[in-house]
């Protein structure tokens, strides 16, 4: 078994050091490229202060490279021996280079390390979940503009209530997902930060330059304070998890929408077999399994914010091991959205309205307000209209869905969506997604082969 980072000469309980590693491994072996371009930067800000020569930031450098490319291949594995990332990555260290790798921790904790991987790791996956959100949008988007004047019932108390349009349906969940966009950025901008330098929750003593690793790995800046860059771990992934909570609502909502519009009773849309599954009794059963699936997954989704949020309630401050268990529903949660949010898109893009099912639906009843308007228009004041119609509901005349919806004009409804504006939206977040994923591809080439600024 590999020696531990810390080793003291003796040797830790079997039954407690699995207790503590757990399945952490599994997700370090997420996280080696990260590790790798932190301590790049890092054995980059120690040569920077005369803590290693150039020719051991050299061998390091090249050792890391090394690393990453095995890793990539995989080669190079955190297996449950190792400890962890980090710990496998400097006995690696050590045996590829000798001395410098006994020295590249210097001025650095695990605890940073920690951290800035897992920062690094969203800047590396956000820019995938951040695409399979949009092109879900994009799904959406295209249902609403074939489909932005297709009569539909719209619903309150799970009851029919007035004329609606397909458009406005898709739209309502294209929107939504743009806004839950926005609070995503917002949460990534919180995580733009770099912990390194903080070491242990302290600082250390020497004159580390911490703005210069922080530019190096593509951080807006370094986080200030070195106590609350550790406080801050598991509180900045939360940020994260939240607005992907929202995402993951919208989606539940959205198949449970599709579930209940897909049944026999409604028949509204229908869609291919192929994205059903059957009965193991029933040979006529064809289930949307997949929705029922995306309906559930936005509690596990809330269970996973839940759960980083309960790990972090009353810690003191200073690093404590109890972080460690918010790794792995930070992890689950960028993954879980990416391919929630893939299998939305691929249910919206094949859902064919059943125009003749929903103008079916379009009953009398459900022009009511518009007949009470139309007293309105002639008049009538809208509380004299409304008892008018609401005493006499078996006199509303049969109304063309069509030219109702037309009459529809303001901003919002099915006549004025804004469909235009949101596919500006989608376009333009593309665009700042590709740039991340950019940013972080030319900053990961740099820090590996490419010039260092201030030592090359």
């Known amino acids: ?18 207790f503590e590693v757990g399945d952490d491994v599994v997700y370090d072996n997420r996280l080696i490229l990260a590790d790798v371009l932190g301590s790049i930067a890092h054995a980059a800000g120690l040569t920077k202060v005369g803590l290693l020569t150039r020719d051991e930031f050299a061998a390091l450098r090249s050792a890391l490279a090394a690393i990453a490319e095995e890793a990539a291949a995989g080669t190079f594995r955190v297996e449950p021996g190792d400890e962890d990332v980090h710990t496998k990555i400097e006995h690696a260290l050590t045996a590829r280079t000798g001395e410098p790798g006994k020295k590249i921790h210097t001025a650095r904790s695990r605890n940073d390390q920690v951290i800035v991987d897992l920062r690094l790791f969203l800047k590396q996956e956000a820019p995938r979940v951040e695409r399979a959100i949009l092109d879900c949008a994009d799904a959406l988007l295209s249902l609403a503009e074939r489909h932005r004047l297709t009569p539909m019932p719209g619903y309150t108390h799970m009851q029919r209530a007035m004329l609606s349009s397909v458009g406005v349906w898709a739209g309502a969940y294209l929107e939504a997902l743009l806004d839950d966009l ?7 901008d919180l995580n733009d930060q770099c912990p390194l330098g903080s070491a242990a929750s302290y600082g250390v003593p ?18 200030r304070n070195v106590l609350y860059a550790q406080n801050a771990r598991g509180k900045f992934e939360a940020a994260v998890v939240q607005a992907l909570s929202q995402v993951m609502l919208d989606l539940s909502k959205l198949a449970q929408d599709i579930l209940l519009f ?22 006529q059963k064809k289930n949307l399994g997949a929705m029922e699936m995306l309906r559930a997954k936005g509690s596990v989704m809330l ?17 404590n091991m109890d972080y460690q268990e918010t790794k792995r529903p930070f992890i689950d949660a960028l993954d879980l959205t990416a391919r929630a949010a893939r299998v939305a898109a691929l249910t919206v893009r094949n859902l064919e309205p059943n125009e003749q099912a ?3 639906a379009c009953t009398p009843d459900l022009f009511a307000t518009d007949a009470a308007y139309e007293l309105v228009a ?15 509901l078996e006199t509303v005349p049969p109304m063309d869905p069509h030219e109702q919806l037309a009459k529809r004009t303001h901003l919002g409804t099915a006549g004025d969506l804004g469909l235009e504006e949101s596919a500006r939206q989608i376009a333009a977040r593309r ?15 740099r820090l590996l082969a490419g010039p260092i600024p201030g030592l090359d």
Do not use: C, H
């Open 378 to 392: 002639e008049g009538v004041p809208f509380r004299d209209a409304y008892r008018r119609v609401g005493t006499a």
């Open 182 to 188: 926005t609070l995503l950025d917002a949460a990534l």
């Open 206 to 223: 020497f004159p580390i330059d911490r703005r210069y690793v922080s530019d190096l790995l593509g951080f807006r800046a370094p986080q």
């Open 1 to 18: 078994m590999a020696t531990k980072l810390w080793d003291k000469g003796y040797d830790l309980n079997p039954e407690i050091e699995a």
């Open 358 to 360: 929903l103008l079916a």
């Open 262 to 283: 897909t049944t026999a009773e409604f028949g509204f849309f229908t869609i291919g077999a192929e994205f059903t599954t059957g009965s193991s009794i029933m040979p």
């Open 431 to 445: 665009e700042r997604a590709a740039a991340r994923a950019a940013a972080f591809e030319a900053m990961a080439e």
């Open 303 to 319: 269970a996973y914010q839940q759960q980083i949020m309960t790990v972090l309630a009353g810690l003191p401050s200073g690093y």
